[in-house]
């Protein structure tokens, strides 16, 4: 099941609002050109954001989530309707003959067990054509992100168009690595309620990364840094190779 911060109906529609610019999916953009890709897959592609960018350049678009109310919110900003919205995962994918998949964010990292990994590495794999491309980016362990984390707890309050104003704290719950925990608790001030959020994410280093691509039928042909955040990334580009 996804998490609160994506399928509950109170916090999709304030997600971007507290996400704020995202400047990472430029990268994207110019990977997706790098590689001439036309027909792109955006895995857990969640409010829709690189999805819209995608599409606004041109590019044929099928975005999958199993947030339902994340979807909603991605549907309500395709105003052309371009975009082919997909409410499921990438293990139940049809053979789509994409170019490219990329899964940003956290995605990579919310699959925390091996066998979770391994079913959405093939799923993406039987839905690209022979010779496409996977790029995704996952944290690198050894930059200890979540030790910043945990010094970072106060609470930021956002008037939030439509909403009003929206109170979010976070809190780092757990580290029993590679797995560390969190919880982020939403107060609605208009009314006074409250909904929390917990999350995990696996911290998998490059070697294990690449040793799962490798078994699941992709070459590795690039690890880069994520142009933003130099040192706290890997930018992973593999092709289908089977």
Known sequence: MP?????????????????????????????????????????GCGTGCLAILLAGSGRTVVGVDPAEASLEVAKSKDRTGRITWVHGDATALPALGADLAVMTGNVAQVFVTDDDWSRTLRGVHAALRSGGHLVFETRRPGFRAWEEWAADTAPVTLDVPGVGPVERRFEVTGVSLPLVSFRYTYRFLADGGVVTSDSTLRFRDRDEVETSLATTGYRVLDVREAPDRPGREFVFVAERVS
């Open 3 to 43: 998490d609160a911060i994506f399928a509950h109906p109170r916090l999709a529609p304030v997600y971007d609002a507290f996400d704020g610019d995202r400047d990472d999916l430029a990268a994207y953009l110019t990977i997706a050109g790098e590689l001439g890709a036309r027909h792109v897959l955006d895995i």
